[in-house]
C-alpha cells in the first residue's frame, strides 16, 4: 500500500552529539507524549456523541432504538476497519501528520451533521457520514500506538501505556460537558453536541502537530532501546528484504498471541460500548432518570477509567510483575460485579447509586481495554505494532462494537433489558477464558525477554 512522499516517515537525522541527546530527548520525549495524549483526547470529543443526544434525537425525527444503534454502530464499524488499515500505513508514515489529519477531517464530519439538515433526515443518511467520521477517527490509535513504541521502552512502557490511555477518558468527560454547555446555549438543540465539540478538536489537532515528532531517530536522536539500555520484548529477526505484507503475515495474521487478543477485544468492546452508550437510554427506561442524570453518568464512566486504567496499569506492573493477562482477569471479573449490580439494584433506587455503579463499571472495564492495546505493541516487533494494535481493534470494533450498538439496540427493543445484561454477563466469562489463554503465550514472551535483557547486561 503505497503512500504519499510528504507523508512518509521521515528518514534518520545525523546523529547529535552526546550532550545535546542528554539535553534534548528528555524533552521531546515529554513533548511527544502530551501531543499523542492531548490529540488521542480529541478523537473522543467527536467520536460517537449522537449516544448522548439520543432521547432529544428520537423524539425530534422519530428515530427509534434500531435506528440509533444503526447509526452509532455504522461509526464504530468503520472505526474498526479504518484502525487496522490505517495502522498499516501508520507504520510507515509521519506520526506527527498522520494523527492531527485524522482529527481535523474527523472535526469537519461532525460540522457536517449539525450544519446540513438532510443529514440527520433519515438513518441511511446519518449513518453514512457517521461512517465516514469513522473512518477519519481510525487515524488516531496507530500513530500513538507507534509514538509509544519508539520514545518509551518495554520496562517503562506499561505505566505511559496507562496513563496514555487515559485520553479515552479525558475525551469522553469532555465532550459530556461540550454536548451539556451546547444543549444549555442553544435551548437543547442537539446539533450542537456536535459542532461545539468539533470546533474545539480542531483547534486540538493544531495543537498536536506543534507537539509530535515521529521517530527519535528522525530527529537525531539514539533509538529508545539504546538510550534506556532496555532491550525490546518481541524482535523480528527478519530477513531485511522481507515485504510489509509478510511481515503483517508473519507478526499480525499467524500470531495466535494476537489472534487471541482480538478475539479478547471483542468481547471486551461490547461491555465497555454495550454499557457506556446505553446510559442515557437504560437510565431513562428503567429508572426513569432526566437526560441529565444520563449525562452525569456518561462523565462518571470516563472520569472513574482514568483512575482504574492507571490502578490497572501500576497493578500489571508491581503486583502481577509485568504479566498483563493476570490484570485483565482481574479486572474483568470485577466488571463483571459491577454489571450485575447495575442490572440487579431496583427500581427506586437513589441516582447516585446508580451513577456510582456505573462510575464503578467504567473504572473496572477500561483496564482490560488498555491491556490488549499494550499487549499488541509489547508483543510485536517494532515495525508492525501498530498494526498488530489495529488488527485486534478491527476485531473490537467490527464485532464488539456491533454487538454493543446495533445487538443491544435489538435486544432491547426486543426481549428487553434482563437478557440483555445477562448476555453482558456472558461476554465477560468469555473474556476471562481468553486471557487465559493469552496469559500462557505472554509468560513464555516474557521469559525469554528476561533471558535477553540478562545477556544484554553481561
Not at 524533552?27 to 507524549?33: A, I, K, P, S
Not at 454547555?181 to 461545539?196: D, M, R, Y
Not at 490497572?312 to 454489571?339: E, L, P
Not at 447516585?352 to 467504567?362: F, K, R, Y
Amino acid at each position: 500500500m503505497s503512500i504519499p512522499g510528504w507523508l512518509k516517515a521521515p528518514p534518520p537525522a545525523p546523529r547529535l552529539s552526546d550532550e545535546e541527546v542528554r539535553r534534548t530527548y528528555p524533552r521531546l520525549r515529554t513533548q511527544v507524549f502530551l501531543g499523542i495524549f492531548i490529540g488521542y483526547a480529541g478523537f473522543y470529543l467527536i467520536r460517537n456523541n449522537i449516544s448522548l443526544v439520543a432521547p432529544l434525537l428520537m423524539e425530534e425525527t422519530g428515530i427509534n432504538t434500531i435506528g440509533i444503534g444503526v447509526i452509532s454502530n455504522a461509526v464504530l464499524f468503520s472505526y474498526g476497519l479504518s484502525k487496522f488499515f490505517s495502522a498499516m500505513i501508520s507504520d510507515r508514515a509521519n506520526a506527527r501528520y498522520f494523527l492531527p489529519i485524522g482529527l481535523a477531517l474527523s472535526a469537519l464530519a461532525n460540522l457536517a451533521v449539525a450544519f446540513v439538515p438532510w443529514i440527520s433526515g433519515t438513518v441511511a443518511t446519518f449513518a453514512t457520514v457517521m461512517f465516514i467520521n469513522g473512518w477519519f477517527q481510525g487515524m488516531g490509535w496507530p500513530p500513538s500506538g507507534r509514538s509509544l513504541v519508539y520514545w518509551f521502552s518495554t520496562n517503562e512502557r506499561g505505566m505511559k501505556t496507562s496513563i496514555w490511555n487515559t485520553a479515552h477518558n479525558v475525551g469522553g468527560a469532555g465532550v459530556a460537558g461540550l454536548a451539556a454547555l451546547g444543549l444549555a446555549w442553544t435551548g437543547e438543540q442537539w446539533q450542537s453536541a456536535f459542532w461545539l465539540p468539533a470546533v474545539v478538536a480542531l483547534a486540538v489537532a493544531a495543537l498536536a502537530f506543534f507537539l509530535m515528532r515521529d521517530t527519535p531517530e528522525s530527529v537525531g536522536l539514539p533509538p529508545i532501546e539504546e538510550y534506556r539500555d532496555d532491550p525490546a520484548k518481541v524482535e523480528s529477526g527478519d530477513d531485511p528484504n522481507m515485504s510489509a505484507k509478510e511481515m503483517i503475515f508473519k507478526h499480525v495474521l499467524t500470531s495466535r498471541t494476537i489472534v487471541m487478543l482480538a478475539v479478547a477485544n471483542v468481547f471486551v468492546y461490547a461491555l465497555r460500548y454495550g454499557v457506556l452508550n446505553w446510559i442515557t437510554v437504560y437510565l431513562a427506561d428503567k429508572h426513569n432518570a432526566e437526560i441529565g442524570s444520563g449525562f452525569i453518568g456518561f462523565a462518571a464512566f470516563e472520569l472513574a477509567g482514568i483512575v482504574g486504567t492507571i490502578l490497572c496499569g501500576w497493578m500489571s506492573d508491581r503486583v502481577f510483575g509485568g504479566f498483563r493477562s493476570g490484570a485483565g482477569i482481574a479486572f474483568t471479573v470485577a466488571t463483571a460485579i459491577a454489571i450485575a449490580a447495575y442490572w440487579l439494584v431496583p427500581v427506586g433506587t437513589p441516582i447516585w447509586i446508580l451513577i456510582l455503579l456505573v462510575a464503578i463499571i467504567g473504572g473496572l472495564i477500561y483496564g482490560p481495554v488498555m491491556l490488549i492495546g499494550l499487549q499488541a505493541i509489547d508483543l510485536s516487533p517494532h515495525n508492525v505494532a501498530g498494526t498488530a494494535a489495529g488488527f485486534t481493534g478491527l476485531f473490537g470494533y467490527l464485532l464488539g462494537a456491533t454487538l454493543a450498538s446495533s445487538g443491544v439496540g435489538i435486544l432491547v427493543h426486543n426481549f428487553g433489558w434482563n437478557l440483555t445484561f445477562i448476555v453482558f454477563i456472558a461476554f465477560s466469562i468469555l473474556t476471562v477464558v481468553l486471557f487465559g489463554i493469552v496469559g500462557r503465550d505472554e509468560k513464555e514472551l516474557m521469559e525469554a525477554h528476561s533471558k535477553r535483557s540478562t545477556n544484554h547486561e553481561a
